[in-house]
């Protein structure tokens, strides 16, 4: 009897191995997804930035332009 709890008690450590590992695997699996969201979040957001900050450039460079154009006409 005591070699069968034995054995029963070696298959299920072994077991507990096994799933250790699998969860090592798996916390592995998903550090490595999470990082590579955030990777993609970061370039949108720097795509983003980069596009509000060329329309204000633009935005400014449309009121320089107009601003001329208006002294231009008041020197007519």
């Known amino acids: 009897m005591d070699d069968e709890i ?14 250790r590992a ?3 695997k798996t916390r592995g699996d998903l550090m490595a997804r999470i990082d590579r969201l955030q990777d993609a979040l970061t370039l949108q957001r720097e795509e983003k930035i980069v596009d509000q900050s060329t329309i ?13 154009v208006q002294t231009l006409e008041e020197k007519r």
């Open 56 to 68: 204000l450039l633009m935005r400014r460079q449309i009121q320089h332009l107009e601003d001329r």
């Open 22 to 24: 699998e969860v090592l």
């Open 6 to 19: 034995r054995r029963q008690l070696e298959d299920l450590l072994l077991n507990i191995q096994v799933v």
